[in-house]
């Protein structure tokens, strides 16, 4: 069986954030397939990738973009697998215009949105991990077990 999550990026310079969501899968044990698909840069790699997801065998696409983030958005038109997205933060606008591009959906065409930069990443990366765990029992042991160890490193007082 292929990886149950695709990671989708706009550009190369996405990727010191959107990795923080394949590092958080891989110490889960969830296998990732990570490209670079731009909206506006390759539109038919996206469309490829897009409307040949499901039949891929993905589950969950995790997309990130920064600026006028379109790649989220158009990749939740082609596909009904879930999507989440991740609002890269932009040298321009400090990733407001990403948070925007993505969030603000129509009706009808579902994108989980994230918070900005790397934060998004990675809880994009657990998100994933919790949509698959609802039907992987040995998964969600390993996200309570990640939970618990994050809860228990947490010091009472500063040091
Ligand atoms: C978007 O434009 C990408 O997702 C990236 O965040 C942003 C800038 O891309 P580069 O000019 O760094 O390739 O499409």
Redesign the pocket.
Known sequence: MGAPVAIV??????WATMKGGAEVLEKLGVETDVRIV???RTPERLFDFAKGAADDGFKVIIA??????H?PGMVASLTHLPVLGVP?Q?RALSGQDSLLSIVQMPAGIPVGTLAIGEAGAVNAGLLAAAILATSDEALAERLKDFRAKQTASVAERPS
Do not use: R, Y
Request: glycine residues 22%; aromatic residues 0%; hydrophobic residues 40%.
């Open positions: 990026m706009g550009s190369q310079s996405d731009s909206a506006h990130g973009a920064g600026g006028a983030a790649l890269v932009s």
